[in-house]
């Protein structure tokens, strides 16, 4: 099946740093999406992306679809300690399986 | 709060049984997804239903199925538990109009808060 690369697995940042991380893929993406989860929770949607080449912003938030349609990069600006999480991102692949591919996850820490 | 409910939102058994976990979408949302989380594991798909019809099917075991009914909800029947099928499991709708000859065109999925199932 589909695979996406998520990295870094795991951060560990000073509060008020920014972050980026990023997730590539071998094929190619129609619609890409970063979701946060926080623990015992479900999956939140933060930005979605439908465009190669879109730039898209959530407040401190911002996501980037790229323009090859294999990988998309999240930044997160002047961190807090609620941005504490495991940050996905998610791919509709292109063609008929119609189904969102997730990569493993990135797991930030945000230190005081 | 997404607007997709779950419930119950805890479920403890014990192996060999048999357990429903229930799923409501978003107001107009037509599509729904089923997913499994496990500790040493992502999100892994097992099963789409768009309007009451099964569209699409994932990594879901025979012990499982899952049906969505004229108003839209949907229920996931997991049988014959393991050990290994404890698990989260989550729901998540999406409006999912039709696109040309492709079949079902899915857009953004947003998800429920999930079901927490211990088999012991």
């Known amino acids: 099946g589909q695979q996406l690369n998520q990295s870094p697995q795991s951060m560990f940042i000073q509060e008020g740093e920014d972050v980026s991380m990023n997730c590539t893929s071998s094929?190619?993406?129609?619609?890409w999406l970063w979701y946060k989860q926080d623990p015992g929770e479900g999956p939140v949607l933060l930005i979605a992306?439908?465009?190669?080449?879109e730039l898209t912003s959530n407040g401190r938030l911002t996501a980037q679809f790229g323009i090859t349609r294999k990988d998309s990069f999240l930044n997160i600006s002047a961190s807090i300690p609620s941005d504490v999480g495991i940050y996905f991102c998610a791919g509709l692949p292109q063609g008929s399986a119609r189904q969102l591919t997730f990569g493993s996850g990135t797991q930030l820490t945000v230190l005081p | 709060d997404s607007g997709v409910t779950q419930t119950p939102k805890h479920l403890i058994t014990a192996t060999g049984q048999r357990v429903t976990l229930r799923c409501s979408p978003r107001?107009?949302?037509?599509?729904v997804y089923w997913y499994q989380q496990s500790l040493d594991q992502g999100l892994q798909f097992l099963i789409q239903?768009?309007?009451?019809?099964?569209?699409a099917k994932g990594n879901i075991l025979e012990r499982f199925s899952a049906q969505q009914f004229p108003d839209l909800h949907s229920e996931l029947n997991l049988s014959s538990l393991e050990l290994g099928d404890s698990a989260l499991y989550f729901c998540?709708?999406?409006?999912?109009?039709?696109?040309?000859?492709?079949?079902?065109?899915?857009?953004?999925?947003?998800f429920g808060p999930g079901t927490r199932l211990t088999v012991l």
């Open positions: 094929s190619i993406f129609n619609t």
């Open positions: 998540a709708s999406s409006v999912a109009t039709i696109s040309g000859t492709s079949g079902v065109s899915t857009d953004t999925q947003y």
């Open positions: 107001s107009g949302d037509l599509s």
């Open positions: 992306l439908y465009k190669a080449g």
């Open positions: 239903y768009y309007n009451g019809e099964e569209r």
